[in-house]
């Protein structure tokens, strides 16, 4: 992971960096603190995946520098970092061409997949985003996929209806392990796994593992 994060406070830059590091052991980061730094860094840094703008950071005007940036490094994916993640914050986001809108208040675990996410070249989004609806002409392309989490925090989360079972892969899931090593890891059967997978897709609104992992964090799986 060859990632620029920018944003106008060090103590949060160093935080996530030592974070993300000792997450992923090949990651790394530089970072900016205004938008200048960051347009400085991404023109000079080659193989350069996601860049995480802050919607404050100085000099960038709000999502007015996301054109300029994408001129400047183009074939960098570039995802906004804001305090709050606004209906028309995330859609005005995307129509400027970032690949994700991140909210500061996200778990470093959440924050990673969302991250994993744009990097696979899908669109990471809170779920919140759909609240306001879009006319047809503003959508996003159909060729772009977006990956939305449910930011809600609502009563009646879809975790409280999982089964045990289902509460056991899901810890796993989490975790990256794969159908196969679950199933070794429980003593039971591959086919067994996949069938309580199917259970948490859809009780979670998922349709990938990456989805699942993600959307379980966010509604605060292992809190």
Same mark, same amino acid.
């Given at each position: 992971m060859h990632l620029l994060l920018a944003d106008h406070l060090k103590l949060f830059r160093d935080a996530l960096t030592i974070y993300l590091k000792s997450m992923v052991s090949d990651a790394e980061i530089c970072g900016a603190s205004n938008f200048d730094q960051a347009l $400085?860094?991404?023109s000079t840094k080659d193989h350069l995946d996601i860049a995480v703008l802050s919607i404050d950071l100085? &000099?960038?005007n709000g999502l007015g520098g996301l054109e300029t940036f994408h001129d400047r490094a183009s074939g960098t994916r570039t995802v906004i970092l804001a305090d709050e993640a606004s209906p028309a914050r995330v859609h005005e986001a995307l129509e400027r061409g970032a690949a994700g809108f991140l909210s500061k208040d996200l778990s470093g675990k959440v924050m990673l997949k969302a991250l994993e996410i744009v990097m696979s070249g899908e669109k990471y989004m809170p779920a919140s985003a759909f609240t306001e609806p879009k006319a047809p002409q503003e959508k996003p392309a159909s060729s772009d996929r977006l990956i939305a989490i449910d930011v809600t925090g609502a009563q009646n989360s879809p975790l409280d209806t999982l089964t045990t079972r289902e509460r056991q892969i899901l810890s796993l899931v989490?975790? &990256?392990? $794969?159908?196969?090593?679950i199933a070794g890891r429980l003593s039971v059967k591959d086919i067994t796994v996949s069938f309580h997978m199917k259970g948490l897709f859809r009780k979670l609104g998922a349709t990938n593992r990456t989805q699942v992992a993600t959307t379980a964090?966010?509604? &605060?799986?292992g809190n």
């Open positions: $400085s860094l991404a100085p &000099g960038m989490v975790l &990256g392990q $794969s159908n196969k090593e964090l966010r509604l &605060g799986w």
